[in-house]
Each structure stands twice: as C-alpha cells, then as structure tokens.
C-alpha cells in the first residue's frame, strides 16, 4: 500500500469541503497556455527546433493548462465527496483535529494521530472508546486525510457486514444478491490501501464468522493496515471472541478470527471525553 509520509496534515487540508474551496480558489488564478514572461518561444509558445533536419516548431516547456489539471482535481475530489456523503450520511464542515480535540479534549489523543500519520506506520490502529466519545468522528477526519492525500480507505460498518450475513438465512430478505455483495464487499479491499472497520466489537454472530475470515486473509495476505474502532479494550474483544469462551457453534467454522485479529501489528489508542489515555505513540 502506500505508506503514509508527507501526508497534507494543515489544519487547513483537513476538510474536503477546505480543500475544494482551496482549489477553486487556485483555478481564478491558473495559467492556459505560455508563461507570458518565458522569452524562449513566440507569442503561441512554440519554439523553433534546434536541429537542423528538423526545423518544425515544439510546443515550449513553459505552455500548461493549469486550468484544465485543476478542473480535474475538483472533479475528482466531487466524486470523493460524494462517496464520502454515501458513507458517512453527511460531510463535516471545518472538521479538523485539532477542533476535534478542543471538541472532546483529546489533545493527546490528536498528538497520537498525528504522529501516527508521520511516521508512515504500516501498523494498524484499534481505536478504543465509549459510544460518544468520538470514534466514528476520528473515522471521518482520518478519511479526510487519506482521501486528500490520494490514499483511498474502504469504510465498513461492522454491524451492516454482520446484518448481510443474517440475511443470508432471511427467507424475506429482499436483497436476493446478498452473497455477491458480500463477496464485492471482501473484494473490495484490494482496491484501497486503509480499511476502516467501524464498531468491531459487535462481532459475535457466528453465521458472520466465516465472512470475517475471508475479509481479513485478504487483509493480511495484500498486506493492508485497518484500522478499528470498538467499545472493549482489545484483550477484552479477544476475549469476547476466543471459541473457549463461547457456547455457539462458531467450533464448527474452521479457523479463528482471534488468531487472525492477533496477527496484525496493533497499535492501541484509547478514547475518552475529558481524560484520554493513550499507549505507544503518546509517549
């Protein structure tokens, strides 16, 4: 994937909103055609060959259509705008990380993150907190980051993968392709460098099991970074998930999801709304 270095981390950067309207403001500005002050080509920005058998004009080095590359870049950031609005219900405005820790005061937790985005870490984050403390909101604005940066995350919500797979055993379920979109789902991990997995700790139906396994083989195996956000502490959720503990016939899927949750390099970082506590990159 790749790795996270030199990544827009401004204030101003962090927001797609800010940066369309960074952009937009840079294309009142852009250049079509010749710099009007290269005096290496004529008014039409063509310069006359220097070799002999070839006396035809070339277009001079200083011709560019900033306009146009700009007019590009919005359209793109539009789509990805779009996504993200499909994804996260509604885009926020001004959102940045340090609003985020004036919001929740979680300076520290900030000074984590963003020491984790400098380092390029292939390291995976799990992201732990109570439900209001933030999570799915650090979520967004770490999608931000990414998408600015042309590094593109792929968000799940763990309990709508747990629910296709319910529905798999849904005799009503309206959705008679849930198993292709699923499996589009899983495949689709290969296109982005973050996965996103929000409110893992709500796995625990087994039926769901075995979609997880596939979903993080393919994670492993494309040597992706997740990241994860959850109400339990990791230990708990390895817990919560080892078959010993468990009374279901999860026994009968083969493979575990514990031992593959154990094989990522985590990284933990624990939310709160007036004291955080955070390990590892805090220090």
């Known amino acids: 994937m790749k790795r996270m270095l030199k990544l827009q981390i401004a204030d101003s950067s962090y927001c797609l909103?800010?940066?369309k309207k960074h952009l937009?403001?840079?294309k009142k500005t852009a250049r079509e055609g010749k710099d009007p002050h290269c005096t290496k080509c004529d008014e039409f920005g063509f310069v006359i060959g220097t070799n002999k058998k070839n006396l035809v004009p070339i277009v001079c080095y200083c011709v560019s259509d900033e306009k146009s590359k700009i007019e590009r870049k919005i359209e793109d950031l539009e789509i990805i705008i779009k996504r993200y609005n499909n994804v996260f219900n509604k885009l926020d405005?001004?959102?940045?990380?340090n609003i985020f820790a004036e919001r929740f005061n979680n300076q520290k937790l900030v000074s984590s993150i963003k020491k984790y985005l400098e380092l390029g870490s292939m390291n995976s984050l799990y992201i732990e907190g109570e439900s209001g403390t933030g999570k799915t909101t650090m979520l967004k604005i770490l999608w931000q980051i990414y998408a600015i940066n042309n590094i593109k995350a792929l968000y799940m919500r763990a309990s709508i993968f747990e629910d296709m797979h319910k529905n798999l055993f849904n005799k009503n379920a309206q959705d008679r392709d849930l198993k292709s979109s699923i499996d589009a789902k899983i495949d689709n991990i290969k296109f982005a460098d973050i996965i996103m997995i929000d409110d893992i700790d709500s796995v625990g139906f087994h039926y769901a099991a075995e979609g997880?396994?596939?979903l993080f083989d393919k994670i492993r195996a494309l040597e992706k970074t997740v990241i994860l956000t959850s109400n339990k502490s990791y230990s708990n959720l390895m817990n919560s998930l080892n078959i010993k503990t468990r009374k279901d016939n999860i026994e009968e899927i083969k493979g575990r999801l514990t031992s593959r949750l154990k094989n990522?390099?985590?990284i933990e970082l624990e939310m709160q709304k007036f004291?955080?506590?955070?390990d590892k990159l805090a220090s």
């Open 17 to 19: 909103l800010s940066y």
């Open 24 to 26: 937009e403001e840079l």
């Open 93 to 97: 405005n001004d959102m940045t990380l």
């Open 212 to 214: 997880y396994y596939k």
């Open 264 to 266: 990522l390099n985590i």
């Open 275 to 278: 004291e955080i506590k955070s």
